[in-house]
């Protein structure tokens, strides 16, 4: 490289012959020359940060117009569910967008920024990133979807079998509640029954808080009971219901001369006959009684007076019961008398529990076969009117009673108990009936509320001790069962007509 000769030409100065304000004037347009070109510099990198946040915008606003695309579809789906009310055998199952899952917390969606960490201003690598991210989180398509947010829908779609379609078939060939004479006699027409019953199952079960049911009772009857009370102590001389256990029973031989009309019959202190409370001695009783009830109380006509006489005879009627209870047995010492009242209670409270399960089976049965029967089209309706017909002929005492046990892993199951006079083909429509129950959420989760009953039903099962339902439909019953009654049982029983059961096939 050549370099310049400093004497080929007057044009070149040298610094050292620059004078000192030449040499400043000269170091501060340098200076300025550096820091526009620092300033260039900023205003391309804001061009590219501006270009950047232009692109995240347009993004945004996609990603929202998708959001709103996804809305609108819901609602018009959701519209035409309920003008079809598409029943839950056309359910799809589906992925649902990724939900990020904290430790000790509830499951719940994280905001978008923390789900990736920001690159650097000038990543190349960013905006592919944002990208992708947007990709995992688009909204999904809902069109055909149907969430399970009722108590049905688990089971198989049900048809009649052998039964006409209801296009060719007439009416009457369906079967219906009309079909079934119902066990009460008076209990109004099937469209009444129909109405009444998709009026309580129809909707899912509420959960709000309902006041326990109320004894039916008007200040009046309510200060006659305190009236006949109070008589009843002072005429039998206790102050509560407890104090009669210390009383001692009626004379035996007085009470059965004054019943064979060779005794005065009952004298102070009274004393009633425990053994025969409808007997002859109590009823001269009631009339001592209504006699010292009218000097304090007025008695205004016989509609009263029967009130009165009734209350009298219904408290005797529990007097007698606390006795039964807690009477004491010959050698029994006070030990062994409150281990048998305990067991007494004990087993109360078990049958009631029992009769609740009971009560509690035949609404979530109920629930399903409602729910279908208004979800359902064609075939598969037919179906499930037969089956809820036939739900609500047994009704609650129509039932299966369970009894609770601890299986080997220590979890309570209930083993179902037999009837031996319902016909078998019923329990068959039972577990069609309970097979169709949906005990999970859109989320394959348990359902909120009580957890189902674990019901197991075993090969030789215990049972019951419940009498048969009468009033049923002749074809109700096991025929080996009704074969075995005496005609005098079968009186008893009234069972009316026999109705068509048709086969459920699935």
């Given at each position: 490289m050549e370099h310049p000769n400093p004497g080929d030409g007057p044009d070149v100065i040298m610094k050292s012959d620059l004078r000192p304000e030449d040499a400043e004037r000269?170091?501060?347009?340098?200076?300025?020359?550096?820091?526009?070109?620092?300033?260039?510099?900023?205003?391309?990198?804001?061009?590219?940060?501006?270009?950047?946040?232009?692109?995240?915008?347009?993004?945004?606003?996609?990603?929202?117009?998708?959001?709103?695309?996804?809305?609108?579809q819901a609602r018009t789906l959701a519209e035409k569910l309920e003008e079809l009310r598409v029943?839950?055998?056309?359910?799809?199952?589906?992925?649902?967008?990724?939900?990020?899952?904290?430790?000790?917390?509830?499951?719940?969606?994280?905001?978008?920024?923390?789900?990736?960490?920001a690159g650097d201003e000038g990543d190349p690598d960013e905006e592919a990133e944002i990208e992708n991210v947007q990709a995992t989180l688009l909204p999904a398509n809902l069109a055909g979807i149907h969430f399970r947010r009722t108590i049905i829908g688990a089971g198989p779609v049900l048809r009649l079998k052998d039964v006409p379609t209801r296009s060719n078939a007439p009416t009457s060939a369906i079967p219906t509640t009309a079909n079934l004479n119902l066990p009460g006699g008076n209990v109004g027409t099937s469209s009444e029954m129909n109405v009444s019953r998709t009026e309580k199952y129809g909707a899912p079960k509420s959960r709000e808080f309902k006041l326990p049911p109320q004894r039916f009772t008007t200040p009046d009857r309510t200060a006659r009971l305190a009236s006949v009370r109070n008589v009843m102590n002072k005429f039998f001389d206790i102050a509560k219901d407890a104090d009669v256990l210390f009383k001692p029973q009626a004379d035996e031989t007085e009470v059965e001369a004054f019943e064979n009309d060779e005794g005065p019959g009952p004298t102070p202190p009274y004393l009633p006959d425990w053994f025969n409370i409808k007997g002859a001695w109590n009823h001269a009783l009631l009339l001592l009684f209504m006699e010292e009830y009218a000097k304090q109380y007025t008695i205004e006509n016989e509609e009263d007076q029967d009130v009165i006489s009734k209350m009298f005879m219904d408290r005797l009627f529990r007097l007698r019961k606390n006795i039964k209870h807690v009477k004491r047995r010959a050698g029994e010492t006070n030990t062994q008398l409150s281990q048998r009242y305990l067991a007494m209670h004990a087993r109360v409270l078990r049958e009631q529990r029992r009769n609740s399960r009971r009560n509690e089976t035949f609404e979530t049965r109920s629930r399903i076969t409602v729910q279908n029967r208004m979800a359902q089209r064609g075939e598969a309706k037919d179906s499930w009117e037969h089956l809820d017909s036939i739900l609500e002929t047994l009704g609650a005492g129509g039932m299966s009673s369970d009894e609770s046990e601890l299986d080997s892993d220590g979890r309570k199951v209930y083993y179902v108990k037999g009837m031996s006079w319902r016909r078998k083909t019923l329990t068959a429509r039972m577990i069609i009936i309970d097979r169709d129950r949906n005990i999970t959420t859109a989320y394959n989760n348990t359902r909120p509320g009580n957890p189902p009953r674990l019901r197991k039903r075993r090969n030789n099962p215990t049972d019951t001790a419940r009498n048969a339902l009468p009033g049923l439909p002749i074809n109700f019953y096991d025929r080996n069962w009704y074969s075995q009654l005496t005609d005098r049982q079968k009186k008893e029983i009234r069972a009316v007509p026999a109705v068509e059961l048709f086969e459920i096939v699935s």
């Open positions: 000269s170091l501060h347009l340098q200076q300025m020359e550096q820091m526009l070109a620092k300033v260039q510099q900023s205003d391309q990198k804001m061009a590219e940060l501006m270009g950047h946040a232009e692109r995240m915008h347009n993004m945004m606003a996609e990603a929202n117009a998708r959001a709103e695309r996804a809305e609108a029943g839950p055998s056309g359910a799809l199952d589906v992925v649902m967008p990724p939900v990020v899952s904290r430790s000790g917390m509830e499951r719940q969606e994280v905001p978008q920024d923390e789900l990736y960490e």
